[in-house]
């Protein structure tokens, strides 16, 4: 009976998420209930409560790491974007030529993400983007270009993707063996849709006469290039501190924010407190996504709830025998990824399947890195980039499933079986 209830609160809350926009309810309050309902679903039924409470706080442990990792790398990019430090990335890609810039905004979505993560990565182009493109049709393609590559560029970095960098802190995955064996098919599912969309667009792009900057304050262009580089390397920094350290990747990710925090106090000292206060790292907390870290704690809370109830265990053996083979099961996560959020399908996995059944750095886990983080392309709502595209820019679902979803599609597959080859030929 209490599996049963379970489930269905699970379910509920689910498909609540999925219908955020339908509902007008904001998914991360759903979450949060939604998590709360499961335990006490558990802890109702339970013979020894404080069983379930240890439980309770052994999983909140795991997913406090996500959280605070999320919390820090959401401040670090905003501390940049408060100093204009993407201008440089707007300058770089203003150009008339068609070609020249769709190919620039791909590759600088490709590989931005996977050092900011994709949901950051494809706020940051949209702006720019916004600040660039005159037409809404030609806007609207490029956007659909970023939601792929930005996607594509965070599946073979351990902190471009929320789901790579929870299989990385979930010890199924290292930071240079993924990026190694996924890397490859992540470029091909980012450069035949370049090719097409490139295609697709068939008149000369239109360009406004001038991008807009920041006026709320007087930065300098020392300071501006100072963060901007001291973000980027302190995000860099934080798989090669867990390499070396073996602490958890959010310390690494601490101790970067700490320095920014103090080189930003040392720069601005002198200027006005309202000055300041806008470029301070007290101003970036203010104006992180906290929502966003807060559906991520009750999603993964609902799902910690189904490990503890012992369902998701019997989910997987249910799954083999009804698959049996892994490549197709992950391929199969991939495409769910597109209708369901790819965060807790990737979570239930890492409960379903021990580290005894597929150990670190098994061809499951890399495999799934991959399909996770670029089959939620074939969706707008399928990603945290296309969910924020939608949001923001009022980008109808039909149009996307009718002029960028079956682009998205022909890039997953291709990569999926340039990854598959690959790790026949290489091992």
């Not at 689910?14 to 679903?41: G, Q, R």
């Not at 501390?79 to 990335?89: L, S």
């Not at 022909?410 to 990569?415: D, E, K, L, M, R």
Request: glycine share 6%; aromatic share 12%.
């Amino acid at each position: 009976m209490m599996t049963f209830i379970l489930l269905i609160v699970f379910v509920l809350g689910y498909f609540a998420v999925i219908l955020e926009h339908y509902i007008h309810i904001n998914k991360s309050a759903t979450a949060l209930i939604t998590a709360v309902v499961c335990w006490l679903v558990i802890v109702l039924y339970a013979s020894d409560k404080m069983v379930v409470v240890e439980n309770l706080s052994h999983h909140l442990g795991a997913i406090s790491e996500i959280v605070f990792f999320l919390l820090g790398a959401m401040t670090i990019v905003e501390i940049i974007d408060a100093h204009d430090g993407f201008q440089n990335i707007a300058e770089t890609i203003k150009t008339n030529n068609k070609t020249k810039l769709v190919w620039l905004i791909s590759f600088i979505s490709f590989f931005l993400s996977a050092i900011l993560d994709n949901l950051t990565c494809t706020i940051v182009m949209m702006s720019i983007l916004n600040k660039l493109i005159k037409k809404q049709k030609t806007k609207w393609l490029l956007l659909g270009l970023v939601i792929i590559a930005s996607n594509a560029g965070g599946a073979w970095s351990p902190i471009g993707d929320v789901t790579t960098t929870m299989l990385w802190i979930g010890k199924q995955i290292t930071p240079f063996n993924i990026i190694q064996k996924t890397f490859l098919a992540s470029l091909v599912s980012m450069l035949i849709p370049t090719l097409m969309i490139n295609y697709l667009i068939k008149e000369k792009i239109e360009l406004k006469i001038s991008i807009e900057k920041n006026l709320n304050f007087t930065s300098s262009e020392f300071e501006r290039n100072l963060i901007f580089y001291l973000g980027i390397a302190g995000l860099l920094f934080v798989p090669v501190f867990k390499t070396f350290t073996h602490l958890p990747p959010y310390m690494g990710m601490f101790f970067s924010l700490g320095i920014i925090w103090v080189v930003t106090e040392l720069i601005h000292n002198k200027k006005h407190q309202h000055e300041k206060g806008l470029l301070s790292v007290n101003h970036a907390l203010r104006k992180i996504d906290t929502p966003s870290i807060l559906f991520f704690l009750g999603i993964l809370m609902s799902i910690a709830s189904l490990e503890s109830a012992g369902i998701l265990p019997k989910l997987a053996d249910k799954l083999n025998n009804a698959v049996g083979n892994v490549s197709l099961v992950a391929i199969f996560i991939g495409l769910l990824s597109s209708v369901f959020d790819n965060v807790p399908l990737v979570a239930a996995l890492q409960s379903m399947y021990s580290l005894k059944d597929f150990p670190t750095d098994h061809y499951f886990w890399e495999l799934l890195a991959y399909t996770a983080g670029t089959g939620g392309s074939c969706l707008i709502i399928g990603s945290a980039s296309g969910v924020a595209v939608m949001g923001m820019e009022r980008i109808d679902f039909f149009w996307y499933l009718k002029k960028i979803s079956w682009i998205a599609l022909i890039g997953f597959f291709s990569g999926a079986l340039v990854f598959i080859l690959q790790h026949k030929l290489m091992g």
